[in-house]
T-cell receptor, first 114, second 116 residues
C-alpha cells in the first residue's frame, strides 16, 4: 500500500527566504503525487501535481516541486516566501487500479516570521 | 461551480448521541470521498463512492459509522453512539472519474465534530 512521509512537523522561515518542504513516498509503481495547502478554517487546496513527464512541476502561488524517482521524493519549493504562505502543507500519493484513494502525509506546518 | 459544500460546519454533541453530516459534491462529479482529520495529522481516508456505489471502506470505519449516497448526488455520514475519540474534522471531497480528470480531488471546508 502507498504511504507518504513528511519528516518535518514544523518549519519556520523569514519572509523573503527560500523554502523547501520534504516529502518521501512509498509506492510500487509510478505514483501520482500531490501537494495540498490548508489554511486555518479552510479546506484543502491543490498546489500542484505530478503524473508523468517533466519532473519539475509548477503550481499556483509560485510553488514548484521536483519528482526524484531515485530518492522517492517529491519536495516542494518556493524561492521567496510571503507571510500569506503560513499554513499547513500536505503531500499525498494517489493509488491506481484497485485502491484509488489519496493517501496523505501528516503535514508540515509553516510559520513565516516578518 | 459552487464547490463542495459540507453541513454543518461545526457540531457539538454529547457522548452516546448520533450525528449526521451532509456533503454536496460538485454537480458533475461521480466520485465522492470522506476523510477524517485529527489535530496534527493528515487527512485519513474513510470511504468513497462511485455514483451511488460505495466502493471502498477503510478499517477506520467502525460499525458505528455508515455512509450513504442514495441517488449518486449528495452523501451523508452518520456516526452512532459517538465517542470522544470521534472528535475530528470530517472532510468530503469529490472528483470526476479516473482518466477524466478524476485524479484531482476538490475538498469541502469540513465539519468539525466535538464530542463532550
Amino acid at each position: 500500500a502507498q504511504s507518504v512521509t513528511q519528516p518535518d512537523i514544523h518549519i519556520t522561515v523569514s519572509e523573503g527566504a527560500s523554502l523547501e518542504l520534504r516529502c518521501n513516498y512509498s509506492y510500487g509503481a509510478t505514483p501520482y503525487l500531490f501537494w495540498y495547502v490548508q489554511s486555518p478554517g479552510q479546506g484543502l487546496q491543490l498546489l500542484l501535481k505530478y503524473f508523468s513527464g517533466d519532473t519539475l512541476v509548477q503550481g499556483i502561488k509560485g510553488f514548484e516541486a521536483e519528482f526524484k524517482r531515485s530518492q522517492s521524493s517529491f519536495n516542494l519549493r518556493k524561492p521567496s516566501v510571503h507571510w500569506s504562505d503560513a499554513a499547513e502543507y500536505f503531500c499525498a500519493v494517489l493509488g491506481q487500479g484497485g485502491s484509488e484513494k489519496l493517501v496523505f502525509g501528516k503535514g508540515t506546518k509553516l510559520t513565516v516570521n516578518p | 461551480d459552487t464547490g463542495v459544500s459540507q453541513n454543518p460546519r461545526h457540531k457539538i454533541t454529547k457522548r452516546g448521541q448520533n450525528v449526521t453530516f451532509r456533503c454536496d459534491p460538485i454537480s458533475e462529479h461521480n466520485r465522492l470521498y470522506w476523510y477524517r482529520q485529527t489535530l496534527g495529522q493528515g487527512p485519513e481516508f474513510l470511504t468513497y463512492f462511485q455514483n451511488e456505489a460505495q466502493l471502498e471502506k477503510s478499517r477506520l470505519l467502525s460499525d458505528r459509522f455508515s455512509a450513504e449516497r442514495p441517488k449518486g448526488s449528495f452523501s451523508t455520514l452518520e456516526i452512532q453512539r459517538t465517542e470522544q475519540g470521534d472528535s475530528a474534522m470530517y472532510l468530503c471531497a469529490s472528483s470526476l472519474d479516473p482518466g477524466q480528470g478524476g485524479e484531482k480531488l476538490f475538498f469541502g471546508s469540513g465539519t468539525q465534530l466535538s464530542v463532550l
